[in-house]
């Protein structure tokens, strides 16, 4: 196809196509006395493809620049003018005849449809459906470690349509173009063309490419609606996927709550042995158990302790609670408004039941999860127990509150949930509570054998994320990691672009490594909503959420059954993989520890700390019934004797002396009654009762050293007794009582001045020369100290005197020779006897006070009176009959100080028997009851034992017990897991 061009310095010969340059280069030969004419060789693009840009200069032609004149311009008007006037029947023919073969090409392909009726017939049933679904469910459970998912990035499809519409359009505007410009050169070129059969084959090649250019325009609208119609079938089977699962699901909620039914009446048709024996046996509780042992035996979680756990770690508020009670279908944890609500790891084991109930490990009480007054009683018992966990003014704590969940359809596993991560410290909290909280995560996230759930936000920026950065540093690879993505629904409404979403759940976002991905939604927003009504929200939310319809979340990546289903599953292959390892390690360890107690203690029998505090229970409740031994003359032989050694100084200073200083017998007497009855009125009941108890006391730990010597006494309970007994002995108090009752009997027993008998005057006499001796040997050793060793014991021990004592010495000659001039002097000096020893003191170079002086009076005085005493108890051993007769006076003996003395011993005899009778009828069984107690409490006390019976023996001995009950309870574990398979 040929066209000339008029143009600023002559005509262009324009050739369309590559087979029309052959008769351009006949043209330019024919010529050449001719203006020259440029020849311009545009090829057509023989094949098209929706991915290949066509040249921009398809149909344009060349502007008025070039050009060269022309040498036969006649012959070229005259063909022009001819082809002028067959073009218009060309092109009207052409376009027909287009026309015509698209008409023709649209039925050929209407007709190439196939007749779709059929697949009415081959479409299979719904059953056969769930049972296809069930396959391919089991067969992508098979291969979804080795093949990795495949989905179509969202913004390539946008920019694939976005481009196919503009090449479509671009096609479209070409084609009018080349139209537009055959039309006018209709009209105006005539004379461009110089044959007939140049005119036939411009013609028939712009019909040619007119039919091309609309049957590809109408292709690639074909294409289009094609598209769009598969990808509204894609959304519908994947609205309906989702709805068999739905579906599924709750066929699947439907069997349980029947087998439920059906097992509750096997049950109860069986009997409580039965049941009980069921829920012993069962798999997660005998694992549970054995968490249970590790805790108590290593709470630091050494490596002997790599038994698999599902540990809930997550930032505070991202919504790791509200996932594990979603998993456990009860609301089981308290919850605030953005505030720390887990301040210590909870352990909760999930496993099956008849009826929906929690309790404590130490607790058996068990909480009806159906009940929502119950549910709340239940949420402020983890409050309390975990703010009983923290203490010292710390935030959160180590110590672990173990819980026992049990319904119909739950999980069988363990998961730990644990406080928060936190990226700032507010001013409630202790300043070491994000550190804390960090070594609390990794201790359990260092386990090599736990599964970590990462909990992440998925209203909040990526980039405030602390959790995954932790996590990736726990598990680089992510061979135990398990990403959940919370909250999607508000993620849905906050984001603008689905593929961040789709980012985070294909593991492209966060730093990490995964086992796999999920969304789930935890809640509408309310405390108060129920778990039926969150799961409910939750399947209408994925069913009609525009992130599941794009393909940015697959079926098995949502709803929190889903992610319990994946984790359990892989929480009992982590199990089967690691639980015989863990029982031969804890053998090896059982085999160490027996071996170095047979070379340490080989005599000695293996008793952990419970046993031995209960045999220390024992041997103290021995001695104190040993009490019962103690005959009454003994109990009373040791209160009077207590008793006078409490009140002996008393007696002697503020009752005898003073009375030993009147004139008569009859002064004597009255001061002697006046002294006695304020002295049984006031001090003497209450010292009497403390001498009571203190006598027990003594008596018991008499009993209790006694032990001591035996030769099976163990130097281990020495502690232990030693507390008890005094803790017992501070809380103990006598009878208020008591005291009353003694006062009535003291003050008639000391009203009492008559002798009776011979044998109760030498009785008195006795005591009064025991007595009296007692003190004078009391008061000559004070004298001793005052005035330092003798002359003979200088020279024989080689001892001296100090300067005060000799001053001492020096005044105490002087005081005694005042007592030899005056044997009967009172009790003090006057102020000349004191100034005289001053001034002898004086000439014999001693220089003392009046202070000093009457210092060493005092013990002079008393040794002095004492003798006087003594010699006056001498005499008056024979004046009882003297005295009976009232001619103590005619004989000159005055017996008034043996008669005081009786009545005081009377009074100690009288008292000592009452005391006697309320301890072995009263105190000593109040005591006992009391050190009963005290055993209790000591225990209940873990701490307590620990400190009061220590060693390497009870350290050894307790470790053995617990490695042996893991050991045991560990190889059960495996039995009955063998026998499961």
Known sequence: MQKLVKGRFGYIIRVVGVSQSRWARQMLTSRQDHEKVRTVVVPIARHYSSLRPLRGDLLKFPGPNYGIPSRGIGMIVARVLRG????????????????????????????????????????????????????????????????PEFTLDPKLKELGESKYDQLVLWFKERLDDAIKAAEEEKTEGSGFFTDGKEEDDFSSDLKQHAISFTAMGSTAEKEREKAETIREKYESLQEELMQVQLKYQKEVERLEKENKELRKSLMLRAGDKIA??????????????????LCDYDSSYDTQDHLPRVVVVGDQSSGKTSVLEMVAQARIFPRGAGEMMTRAPVMVTLSEGPYHIASFKDSTREFDLSKESELSELRKEVELRMLNSVRLGRTVSHEVISMTVKGPGLQRMVLVDLPGIISTVTTDMASDTREAIRSISEQYMSNPNAIILCIQDGSVDAERSNVTDLVSQMDPQGKRTIFVLTKVDLAEENLANPDRIRKILSGKLFPMKALGYFAVVTGKGSKEDSIQAIKDYEESFFRSSRLFKGGVINSHQCTTRNLSFAVSECFWKMVRDTVEQQADAFKATRFNLETEWKNNFPRTRELDRDELFEKARGEILDEVVNLSQVSPKQWEDALSKKMWDKMVTHIFENIYLPAAQTENSGTFNTTADIKLKQWADGMLPKKCVEVGWETLEDEF??????????????????????????????????????????????????????????????????????????????????????????????????????????????????????????????????????????????????????????????????RHFLRRALA???????????????????????????????????????????????????????????????????GCDRDKKEHLLTGRRVMLAEELKRVRQIQEKLEEFIYALNAEK
């Open 84 to 147: 002028a006037l067959k073009i218009r029947y060309l092109l009207l023919g052409g376009t027909i005849a287009g026309g015509s073969a698209l008409a023709k090409t649209y039925e050929q392909w209407k007709e190439a449809l196939p007749d779709a009726k059929f697949l009415e017939e081959l479409m299979p049933s719904q059953e056969e459906l769930d049972a296809i679904r069930t396959a391919l469910i089991s067969y992508r459970d098979k291969i979804k470690d080795s093949v």
């Open 276 to 293: 009980h024996k069921k829920i012993k046996k069962s798999l997660i509780d005998m694992y549970s158990e054995v968490l249970d042992e």
């Open 701 to 862: 730990r008499r009993f209790m050293e006694r032990a001591k010597n035996s030769k099976d006494h163990d130097d281990i309970f020495d502690s232990l007794k030693a507390c008890v007994v005094d803790e017992a002995m501070r809380r103990h108090e006598w009878e208020d009582k008591a005291a009353d009752v003694l006062r009535v009997i003291q003050l008639n027993a000391l009203e009492d001045r008559s002798v009776h008998d011979k044998q109760q005057w030498d009785a008195a006499c006795k005591f009064l020369e025991e007595s009296v001796k007692d003190k004078l040997h009391t008061t000559e050793s004070t004298l001793r100290e005052m005035v330092g060793p003798s002359t003979k014991e200088q020279w024989m021990y080689w001892s001296y005197p100090t300067e005060e004592q000799k001053r001492r010495a020096a005044v105490k000659s002087e005081l005694e020779n005042i007592l030899k001039s005056d044997y009967k002097h009172k009790n003090t000096l006057t102020y000349d006897e004191v100034t005289q020893v001053r001034k002898n003191s004086q000439a014999q170079g001693v220089d003392v006070d009046n202070e000093f002086i009457r210092e060493t009076w005092h013990p002079v005085y008393r």
């Open 872 to 938: 006056k108890a001498y005499d008056c051993r024979k004046a009882f009959y003297a005295y009976h007769q009232g001619l103590e006076g005619e004989l000159g003996v005055e017996c008034n100080d043996v008669v005081l003395f009786w009545r005081i011993q009377q009074m100690i005899r009288i008292t000592a028997n009452a005391l006697r009778q309320q301890v072995m009828n009263r105190e000593a069984r109040r005591l006992e009851k009391e050190i009963k107690e005290v055993l209790e409490e000591y």
